[in-house]
């Protein structure tokens, strides 16, 4: 039958307004030129698993296969760590990775964005005319 065990598929939660929004933004940029897309800066922070603890494989075995190396993944006994990097690019450039130590709070992003992203932006700028787009992630609201 081929049954397979799985997670579903993970999908950022959107109300019927944050759908509204997003609509809203796309037709209100739509139209935009070549020319007003490369004024756009964008940011983004990626964590990345040193070791795959975070319980998204799945197997299915067969009787007697538990243990076999292809059912199994090893692990480390204290989660096996991660990095968080954050990112700045834009069509002219693109900005140096920033390894973030700490969690990825308001308070940390606005920090990362007064140390990294506002002299991005005067250099990839200089005439002041760029747009910074956030993703509005959690963090990147105040609370």
Request: hydrophobic share 40%; aromatic share 10%.
């Amino acid at each position: 039958m081929e049954l397979c065990s799985r997670h579903p598929t993970r999908v950022p939660l959107l109300t019927k307004r944050h759908r509204q929004l997003r609509l809203q933004w796309a037709r209100e940029h739509r139209d935009w030129t070549m020319d007003e897309w490369k004024r756009v800066a964008w940011s983004d922070e990626s964590r990345f698993l040193i070791h795959q603890v975070d319980g998204l494989v799945r197997e299915r075995p067969l009787p007697g296969e538990l243990l076999l190396p292809s059912c199994t993944a090893g692990h480390t006994l204290a989660d096996g760590g991660g990095i968080m990097l954050w990112e700045k690019f834009s069509w002219a450039a693109l900005g140096p990775v920033l390894v973030v130590e700490q969690t990825m709070k308001s308070e940390n992003y606005l920090n990362i964005i007064v140390d990294q992203l506002h002299p991005y932006m005067a250099f990839v700028f200089p005439n002041g005319n760029g747009i910074f787009q956030q993703d509005n992630a959690p963090c990147h609201t105040l609370c």
